[in-house]
């Protein structure tokens, strides 16, 4: 297949969970379980379009890693076993690992704690020429502790900077700090991973009853399925108000993973092509070196 078939197909995949402008988005309209009319039957014919997007990703990484002019940046978020890893693992097999950096966000240390919430995710950022991604950010800030409020408590947090407007405010910072990302050669991509409470479940049950996958579950991931309709509610919000044209949402159905890896391939295949990445011009007087040197080695 034609590098531009290739691109154009990536696009019909991609576009329909794009969200530019979140101001009209609802969670409820996104459906989990949602295959672009594609079956179980369809499986192979969607694993061969997740190599060839693979293989055309490779290509594009070699690309951006020898121009070094532009980054790109990744970013994760979902409920528990979304399969945020897997899609990561899955979708990255055939890049070069020396132009990819992984960042896992967890609970903030102590030294994230004595800087701002953004602090840790900037000094996190992907080189030029390089594609960086983080599985979880600085949305955790709008999120989790949106949720369980008592974690702002231990944040240090002046106590009367914590107002009514303290998401609005966040929410701006963010938007603020993804354009200036975007304005100097950091391109953006947000994943959302949208599972369906019943698909969690059964993953959920599948890894407390198959032996290879119990390290996989946690105590506390129960805890946070207690909190599903409020996790809904914030995740809803962090899309409505920071999806833009230049640092857009893909709001990924989860429920079939076969399918999200598909998904989450295409956008970024989609993104790099893009930026019209090319390999860096050779000048005359390199040419002629290169000459030179072909006609010493073929002496020998």
């Known amino acids: 297949m034609k590098t531009e078939q290739l691109i154009e197909k990536a696009r019909k995949f991609a576009e329909p969970f794009r969200v530019n402008k979140g101001k009209d988005f609802r969670l409820k309209n996104a459906m989990p379980g949602e295959t672009l009319g594609l079956g179980n039957e369809d499986k192979p014919r969607a694993q061969e379009a997740l190599t060839m997007g693979i293989e055309a990703l490779a290509e594009l990484q070699d690309k951006l890693y020898a121009q070094d002019k532009w980054a790109v940046l990744l970013i994760f978020q979902a409920m528990d076993a979304a399969g945020k890893d897997g899609a990561i693992k899955h979708v990255m097999s055939g890049v070069n690992p020396q132009g990819c950096q992984v960042v896992s966000f967890k609970s903030p240390s102590a030294d994230d704690l004595d800087h701002d919430y953004l602090w840790r995710c900037m000094k996190s950022l992907p080189n030029r020429g390089h594609i960086g991604i983080f599985n979880r950010s600085c949305y955790e800030e709008t999120v989790v502790v949106r949720v369980h409020p008592e974690i702002m408590a231990r944040q240090k947090v002046p106590v009367e900077l914590i107002t009514k407007k303290i998401w609005e405010q966040r929410f701006a910072d963010i938007r603020n700090f993804e354009e200036y990302l975007s304005n100097n050669g950091v391109v953006v991509r947000k994943f959302f991973l949208h599972l369906s409470k019943n698909e969690q479940k059964r993953r959920f049950l599948e890894r407390i ?71 860096p011009e050779v000048d005359k007087d390199k040419l002629a070196e290169l000459a030179a040197i072909k006609r010493q080695l073929l002496k020998e």
Not at 232 to 256: C, F, G, L, Q
Request: glycine fraction near 0%; proline fraction near 4%; avoid cysteine.
């Open 209 to 279: 009853e198959i032996p290879d996958k119990n390290w996989k579950f946690s105590a506390s991931d129960a805890v946070e399925r207690e909190h599903w309709d409020e996790y809904m509610e914030v995740y809803e919000d962090m899309i409505r108000n920071t999806a833009t044209e230049k640092s857009p949402w893909y709001v990924v159905p989860a429920d079939n993973k076969w399918f999200t890896r598909v998904v989450v391939a295409a956008a970024i295949v989609e993104t790099l092509a893009s930026l019209d990445l090319k390999y």
